[in-house]
């Protein structure tokens, strides 16, 4: 299975994106997805998850309540909707597939897409 992320931008602060991950070569159905960023210097970092289903989510506490994540598993495709955005969200945006739901540990995904620049100017 492939994933491709997509979506991404320059944005001013407090502004929203959506981030688009499409999958191919395989059902979304069969896997759990997650959101990862890795900013300039940093490491990559947990941003969301979400079930097989799309009934449960999870978010790290830097992005609860502004960042929603979704998926349309008829579509093959699932979402990060980025609301409120700030500078320091800022990062290369990437999807990942698993079988662990609830996993905020990278190497939980075994299938990743390429990421998407986001942006956000002060």
């Known amino acids: 299975v492939q994933l491709q992320a997509s979506g991404g931008g320059l944005v001013q602060a407090g502004g929203s994106l959506e981030l688009s991950c499409a999958v191919s070569?395989?059902?979304?159905?069969?896997?759990?997805i997650g959101w990862f960023r890795q900013a300039p210097g940093k490491e990559r970092e947990f941003v969301a998850t979400?079930?097989?289903?799309?009934?449960?989510?999870r978010y790290s506490d830097s992005v609860k309540d502004r960042f929603t994540i979704s998926r349309d598993n008829p579509r093959n495709t699932a979402l990060l909707h980025l609301s409120r955005l700030k500078p320091e969200d800022t990062a290369v945006y990437y999807c990942?597939?698993?079988?662990?739901?609830?996993?905020?540990?990278?190497?939980?995904?075994?299938?990743w897409g390429q990421g998407t620049q986001v942006t956000v100017s002060s």
């Open positions: 990942a597939a698993g079988l662990r739901y609830g996993s905020e540990d990278q190497s939980d995904y075994n299938k």
């Open positions: 070569g395989g059902a979304i159905g069969d896997y759990i």
């Open positions: 979400i079930s097989w289903s799309g009934g449960n989510t």
